[in-house]
């Protein structure tokens, strides 16, 4: 048992690194960076955003969503949107 388990701390809320993307393909590496520099975005604007096809907007967000780099809700005023948030720590250093 971890550290974090013993203190009933849950880890999938803690940000994670850059290192966490490290190895994915490109576009999801570009979603990535837009959602840095845009707090919250919706897939359609991220698509508009990077000028990649939604569907290659939708692998990106499933395999950032794979390392928990990204978080997703449904948006307020369209509940057929979602939202996607960055989880990444930009103050955390890579190694």
Known sequence: MSTSEQLGIDESDSPVSWDAVRDLPPSAKLVAKVLEYNDTLSQSDLAEETLLPPRTVRY???????????????????ARKRLYTLRIDSTRQNN
């Open 60 to 78: 990106a967000l499933n395999r950032l969503e794979e390392v928990e780099a990204v978080e997703s809700r449904f948006s307020f005023s369209d």
